[in-house]
């Protein structure tokens, strides 16, 4: 099976509201980088980011495409402080930081579109 470099057989696609802000959290919460944008006259049709090693597609919400929520698990290097910095990105803290029984230090934050992320480290 063929696919871009970086992707994986699953990539995340979100319908967000204010996409230009929910990017600039993003950046700041995970230390997302933007790896392209396609618009469509004055609005975003789709924007790629990567995450640590993975990819995240997101595009603006439209009638036909209205805002949706979802749950998504990130693996990071340090879980307590990547939510700390996401909180002092404009995250809600969901869940506070602690270990689970599987072996993942985790912690969740909500973001203003809703979508809960459930920021793991591997121990």
């Known amino acids: 099976m063929k ?10 696609y979100l319908f967000v509201d204010n ?3 929910y990017v600039d959290f993003l950046v700041s919460a995970f230390s997302a980088t933007e790896l392209s944008r396609t618009m469509r006259g004055e ?3 789709n ?3 990567s995450i640590n090693d993975a990819r995240l597609f997101l595009g603006e919400a ?8 979802t749950s998504l ?3 990071v290097e340090n879980a ?3 939510v700390a910095q996401a909180i002092n990105a404009g995250g809600q803290l969901e869940m506070e930081v602690m270990d689970m029984p599987w072996g993942d230090r985790q912690g969740g934050i909500r973001d203003q579109g809703g ?9």
Not at 63 to 68: G, I, L, N, R
């Open 3 to 12: 696919m871009p470099n970086g992707f994986s057989a699953i990539t995340p």
């Open 19 to 21: 996409p230009s802000e």
């Open 43 to 45: 609005r975003i049709a």
């Open 47 to 49: 924007v790629c980011l």
């Open 62 to 69: 439209t009638e036909q495409y209205p805002a949706m929520t």
């Open 73 to 75: 698990y990130l693996y």
């Open 80 to 82: 307590d402080a990547s």
């Open 115 to 123: 979508n809960i992320w459930w920021v793991s480290q591997h121990l």
